[in-house]
Nanobody
Framework: QVQLDESGGGLVQAGDSLRLSCLCS????MGWFRQAPGKEREFVGA????????HYANSVKGRFTISRDNSKMTVYLQMNSLRPEDTAVYYC???????????????????WGQGTQVTVSS
């Protein structure tokens, strides 16, 4: 059984930084998504198994960085220069195939975590 557990969410002020972690029971290609109230789930970024390839949404490019430490079975989402519009529940997800054109689609992923809340105040 595959398990994903996100942690690190919280309440921060605009301009602050936050690092989310996703502990995964197996090593997969990973993605981060977020969902704000009343909105669809939105792609944030993705990373391949080896950490050699990453892909980001334009809305976070240059502010967010995805990395991974396979020895710790953990994928990270470093979020800098946070904005109120970044407020959402953040989810990590796992997939067995890394296809750039598909990594931004929730249906491409096989497993999901329960999510962690990030709130950015202005």
């Amino acid at each position: 059984q595959v398990q994903l557990d996100e942690s690190g969410g919280g309440l921060v002020q605009a301009g602050d930084s936050l690092r989310l972690s996703c502990l995964c029971s197996h090593i997969y290609h990973m993605g981060w998504f977020r969902q704000a109230p009343g909105k669809e789930r939105e792609f944030v970024g993705a990373i391949n198994i080896h950490g050699s390839s990453t892909h980001y949404a334009n809305s976070v490019k240059g502010r967010f960085t995805i990395s991974r430490d396979n020895s710790k079975m953990t994928v990270y989402l470093q979020m800098n220069s946070l904005r109120p519009e970044d407020t959402a529940v953040y989810y990590c997800a796992a997939t067995t195939t890394f296809i750039i054109s598909a990594m931004n689609k929730p249906r491409h992923y096989d497993y999901w975590g329960q999510g962690t809340q990030v709130t950015v105040s202005s």
